[in-house]
Nanobody, 123 residues
């Protein structure tokens, strides 16, 4: 019922920044918590960040804490992931997702998923 499309990925040097966007359609995302996940080659999909439906609460994986910031603009039906101080190990396909739960951090807790956007960090 909710279609999610990520954008903003690309190639960046280590230490650089990227801002990912996730545009939703089909219905408003204001009722959903939103999250970002990533999947590197040969690895399982891992949690990156989550934000509650109102934006009042956020949670980050330890690996990105202090470097990444998740935010949302419910009026624009869009979620963002600001990524600073990027490292080569951040290279992955990044996915946004929507959940009915408060602040979910697990793959199975999200109902709707985008198709991902590639982020490549060179050394």
């Amino acid at each position: 019922q909710v279609a999610l499309v990520e954008s903003g990925g690309g190639l960046v040097q280590a230490g650089g920044s990227l801002r990912l966007s996730c545009a939703a359609s089909g219905r408003t995302i204001s009722r959903y918590a939103m999250g970002w996940f990533r999947q590197a080659p040969g690895k399982e999909r891992e949690f990156v960040a989550a934000i509650s439906s109102s934006g009042a609460r956020t949670y980050y994986a330890d690996s990105v804490k202090g470097r990444f910031t998740i935010s949302r603009d419910n009026a624009k039906n869009t979620v963002y992931l600001q990524m600073n101080s990027l490292k080569p190990e951040d290279t992955a396909v990044y996915y946004c997702a929507a959940s009915e739960l408060l602040l979910p951090t697990s793959y199975g807790q999200y109902r709707y998923w985008g198709l991902g956007t590639q982020v490549t960090v060179s050394s």
